[in-house]
């Protein structure tokens, strides 16, 4: 959807951030802690136990059916994408990278032409933050507004243009959430006859909204 510069420039990011680690270092790598009590994450558990125990097969991609991290995804085309004339639901393809040796992350990456959109989320804990590195909650604007549920707060979305990184064309935009305790990664790259929407950054954090759990389970 870019030029070379821009696919290599995300394909080295790619690279840096979900490197498999070689089997005795991923287990002695610190880990996050998901918490697996959180109503939403048992309420889907039991529902996929069930569906399991009537023999009803789930309707999920195999690279993501045996991963142990709550996995989120886009139930459907974020608005920006649906605003793209040269992109719709038809012309969607999808590529779900993951590891099954070592299944604790994974990244969903939907490609609709000038506008791609990836979700990823990762247990082993590979960097430190700054106290400052914002990670802001979300959740459907319905849910728990009476209970102060901190995941009614919207996301804060950065956008990096062609400015700011030589050889890029076009515009990134990013942003994480935290659900279950795991910080989720949502990017969204636009190429130059798309900017308008990688620029739009309200409409990019109520798109947030349109995540959801769709697969992942606790150890067995």
Same mark, same amino acid.
């Given at each position: 959807?870019?030029?070379?510069?821009?696919?290599?420039?995300?394909?080295?990011?790619?690279?840096?951030?979900?490197?498999?680690?070689?089997?005795?270092?991923?287990?002695?790598?610190?880990? *996050?802690?998901?918490?697996?009590?959180?109503?939403?994450?048992?309420?889907?558990?039991?529902?996929?136990?069930?569906?399991?125990?009537?023999?009803?097969?789930?309707?999920?991609?195999?690279?993501?059916?045996?991963?142990?991290?709550?996995?989120?995804?886009?139930?459907?085309?974020?608005?920006?994408?649906?605003?793209?004339?040269?992109?719709?639901?038809?012309?969607?393809?999808?590529?779900?990278?993951?590891?099954?040796?070592?299944?604790?992350?994974?990244? *969903?990456?939907?490609?609709?032409?000038?506008?791609?959109?990836?979700?990823?989320?990762?247990?082993?804990?590979?960097?430190?933050?700054?106290?400052?590195?914002?990670?802001?909650?979300?959740?459907?604007?319905?849910?728990?507004?009476?209970?102060?549920?901190?995941?009614?707060? @919207?996301?804060?979305?950065?956008?990096?243009?062609?400015?700011?990184?030589?050889?890029?064309?076009?515009? *990134? @935009?990013?942003?994480?959430?935290?659900?279950?305790?795991?910080?989720?990664?949502?990017? *969204?790259?636009?190429?130059?006859?798309?900017?308008?929407?990688?620029?739009?950054?309200?409409?990019?954090?109520?798109?947030?909204?349109?995540?959801?759990?769709?697969?992942?389970?606790?150890?067995?």
């Amino acid at each position: 959807m870019a030029d070379q510069k821009t696919m290599l420039f995300s394909s080295l990011l790619l690279a840096a951030v979900f490197w498999p680690l070689p089997a005795a270092l991923a287990a002695d790598a610190p880990a *996050i802690s998901v918490n697996w009590d959180d109503p939403e994450l048992k309420a889907f558990t039991a529902d996929q136990t069930a569906r399991s125990a009537a023999g009803v097969e789930a309707e999920v991609d195999p690279g993501l059916a045996n991963l142990r991290v709550p996995v989120l995804a886009f139930e459907q085309p974020p608005e920006v994408v649906t605003r793209n004339l040269r992109a719709g639901p038809e012309s969607i393809e999808r590529a779900v990278h993951s590891d099954p040796s070592n299944p604790v992350w994974y990244q *969903i990456v939907e490609d609709y032409g000038d506008v791609s959109v990836s979700v990823s989320a990762d247990l082993r804990a590979q960097h430190a933050f700054p106290a400052d590195f914002p990670i802001y909650d979300t959740a459907a604007p319905a849910a728990g507004v009476d209970g102060g549920d901190a995941r009614d707060m @919207a996301p804060s979305v950065s956008v990096m243009d062609e400015a700011a990184e030589e050889g890029m064309e076009g515009y *990134i @935009a990013e942003y994480t959430i935290t659900r279950y305790g795991v910080p989720y990664t949502v990017t *969204i790259e636009c190429t130059e006859a798309a900017k308008d929407q990688c620029k739009d950054k309200g409409q990019l954090s109520k798109d947030s909204a349109l995540l959801k759990l769709v697969a992942g389970g606790p150890p067995q």
